[in-house]
């Protein structure tokens, strides 16, 4: 573990390239996708802090978007040069929020999934619909972790995710495997309210940005990600085929064919 709190996989040579993982992740999530970034670039695949193999948090535990960015910052703050950062869902959020903090550590900037819909009009066709859905899935969630049911609140979430029912059951073995053994950050990811992160603040950005989607994700993804890209400048948008809100296991080898043509650009 890095004196940041995040635990790393570093292998390959070359520029820098972060990867940091979205709610009840670790870096297990991103091997597929590092494996083919590799043969052209130096991959280091974080752990964020409280999650696996890190230490689990405790009840009173600060969990935020700003503190988890402090970690983050921390370790580019590291590199003499800036770093390409890529963030999926919770983790585009904190990258998000580096990038915006010190943008001059960040070679570019890829947004998997982001999260931030403060940027979203609340008259955006479908929004509203999906506001109260994301409304009644946190309010499940949060009543199973106070029954202690975290494992239960963890599948609820990612029912949720990726719109359906059954959506936690059709994940790839290991990857719920992966989610479970996170189950104790279920709650602390709801401790406290996405960053307000204003349309202002991303047309300031000047990083060069990448926002993707998986072509079948749910309407409140799809529309952060439409918002996040219109409001920053020269960003690029993209949709992943094959995959809904977890594209970067459903389908690892179009996300990181994206990647390595956004790169290389930079």
Same mark, same amino acid.
């Given at each position: 573990?890095?004196?940041s709190?995040?635990?790393?996989?570093e292998?390959g040579?070359g520029p =820098?390239? #972060?990867?940091?993982?979205? /709610?009840l992740?670790?870096?297990r999530?991103? +091997?597929?996708?590092s494996?083919?970034?590799?043969?052209?670039?130096?991959?280091l695949?974080?752990? &964020? $802090?409280?999650?696996w !193999?890190n230490?689990? !948090?405790?009840? %009173?535990?600060l969990y935020?978007?700003?503190s988890?960015r %402090? *970690? @983050?910052?921390e370790l580019?703050?590291s590199f003499a040069?800036p770093v390409?950062?890529?963030g999926?869902?919770?983790?585009a959020?904190?990258?998000? @929020?580096a990038? @915006?903090?010190? !943008?001059?550590r960040?070679r570019?900037?890829?947004? #998997?999934?982001p999260?931030i819909?403060?940027v979203?009009s609340a008259?955006a066709?479908?929004?509203e619909p999906e506001?109260?859905?994301?409304a009644?899935m946190v309010?499940?969630?949060q009543a199973?972790?106070?029954? &202690?049911? %975290?494992e239960?609140? =963890?599948?609820?979430l990612?029912?949720?995710?990726q719109?359906?029912?059954?959506g936690f059951?059709?994940?790839?073995e !290991?990857?719920?495997?992966g989610?479970l053994?996170n =189950?104790?950050?279920?709650?602390p990811t709801?401790?406290s309210? /996405?960053?307000h992160?204003?349309c202002?603040?991303? &047309?300031? +950005?000047g990083v060069?940005?990448l926002?993707?989607?998986?072509?079948?994700?749910r309407v409140?993804?799809?529309?952060?990600?439409?918002? #996040?890209? *219109?409001?920053?400048?020269g960003?690029q948008?993209?949709e992943i085929p094959?995959?809904r809100h977890?594209v #970067?296991?459903e389908?690892p =080898?179009?996300?990181?064919?994206l @990647?390595l043509?956004?790169?290389? $650009?930079?």
């Amino acid at each position: 573990m890095l004196g940041s709190g995040l635990a790393v996989v570093e292998n390959g040579q070359g520029p =820098a390239v #972060i990867l940091v993982h979205g /709610a009840l992740g670790d870096y297990r999530q991103w +091997l597929s996708i590092s494996e083919r970034l590799e043969p052209q670039y130096r991959v280091l695949a974080v752990s &964020r $802090r409280y999650h696996w !193999p890190n230490p689990s !948090p405790s009840p %009173d535990a600060l969990y935020s978007y700003e503190s988890h960015r %402090d *970690d @983050l910052l921390e370790l580019l703050r590291s590199f003499a040069d800036p770093v390409h950062l890529v963030g999926h869902s919770y983790g585009a959020g904190v990258a998000l @929020l580096a990038a @915006l903090g010190e !943008p001059a550590r960040v070679r570019s900037l890829t947004l #998997i999934e982001p999260a931030i819909a403060s940027v979203v009009s609340a008259a955006a066709p479908g929004f509203e619909p999906e506001v109260v859905s994301r409304a009644a899935m946190v309010a499940a969630v949060q009543a199973f972790v106070r029954a &202690r049911q %975290d494992e239960r609140g =963890a599948e609820a979430l990612f029912d949720w995710l990726q719109g359906g029912e059954a959506g936690f059951k059709k994940l790839p073995e !290991p990857v719920k495997e992966g989610l479970l053994a996170n =189950a104790a950050t279920v709650g602390p990811t709801f401790s406290s309210p /996405a960053p307000h992160v204003t349309c202002d603040q991303l &047309r300031s +950005l000047g990083v060069p940005t990448l926002v993707a989607n998986g072509a079948l994700t749910r309407v409140w993804y799809r529309l952060v990600g439409e918002a #996040i890209g *219109d409001c920053t400048a020269g960003a690029q948008v993209a949709e992943i085929p094959g995959g809904r809100h977890m594209v #970067i296991v459903e389908n690892p =080898a179009a996300t990181a064919a994206l @990647l390595l043509s956004f790169l290389l $650009r930079y």
